[in-house]
């Protein structure tokens, strides 16, 4: 009984410790838009480097080294967990789609499914905070942890489980967004706009995130690449830890970006002075809060409950 109070009172601390840390950072993005250092242009730019350089460089080298390494001993984890994390993400990610779905429909019928609110809780259920979040709660319980390989074992599961969320995100998140119920196109026009949606589409599944997370897997698969690139003494090695370094710019960023969109945004005065007004914003928030943090979760629980 000792042990499991001491043992409570250690992941408690480590808890505050994580949040603590995860609000100072949002605390110092705050101030930074408060003071103009974090304007619209700052944050466009910062979050153009998120996607085109920090997270694909993340993922490719925590991927690459996580494939290279799962299996070899039991500090790395189970060489299954490369396929089954993947998997775990493509079901969480359908099994989101089709909450948002039901959800959408019990409060905005057949005739709402299409507007921006309900493309938005549809977003939001599909996709978790699959990214920062979890890493930034890893640092603080893992950092000082008696066991040191339990932090790079963690980011190296997150990682994997990027390995199926990020491209998902990246093609379906905009699929969702974009969609539109307008009228059909005929001749010269259709084709025009089938081709246009394929290069989109295309763009999309070959993401900086999804490319990244290839290459990852693609090198950590491969013997010849990992000699020549994630061994210190490989001849492109330079390159792999110039990749880490600014792969670990990855969630300060993102959460520098959090924070300066949260300050820009309208307070809930402002937010009543919309159209919509104060029920409208309400009936937003609802349903996703209902999908998002009730529903998912219990989904969630209960499927480890039983594959356990």
Known sequence: MVGGATQSAAVGKAAYKAISKLLATCGIGVL?????????TALSVLSKLIFSVFQPCLLFVNVASTVSNLGKNTSTGSPAAIYLLPLAALL??????????IVSFVFYGR?????????????????????????????GLFRAHANPALLPQSVAYI????LGW?????????????????????????????????????KRIFSPPGV????GMTVGFTPMLRKLITAPSGLLNPAYEAMRTLGAAYLPA????????LAASPSPAEAAEDQRGVGGLALD??????????LMPLLGFSLVALGR
């Not at 930074?32 to 619209?40: E, G, H, M, P, T």
């Not at 990682?159 to 990027?162: D, F, G, N």
């Not at 993102?254 to 969109?261: F, I, T």
């Open 285 to 294: 928030i609802l349903p996703i809060f209902l999908a998002r943090f009730l």
């Open 159 to 162: 990682s994997l489980y990027l």
């Open 212 to 215: 990244g997370s290839l290459l």
């Open 32 to 40: 930074a838009s408060k003071y103009k250092i974090l304007d619209q």
């Open 166 to 202: 990020s491209p998902l995100f990246w093609i379906v998140g905009p699929a969702i967004l974009q969609r539109s119920s307008g009228g059909t196109i005929s001749g010269a026009n259709a084709r025009a706009e089938a081709a246009k949606k394929r290069a989109v589409l295309v």
């Open 111 to 139: 005739a709402g499914s299409e507007t921006e609110s309900a493309k938005q809780l549809q977003v939001c259920t599909t996709f978790g905070n699959s990214g920062p979040l979890p890493l930034v709660f890893t640092d």
């Open 92 to 101: 969480q990610t359908v099994l989101g789609f089709i909450t948002g779905k």
């Open 254 to 261: 993102v959460l520098l970006v959090l924070a300066g969109s």
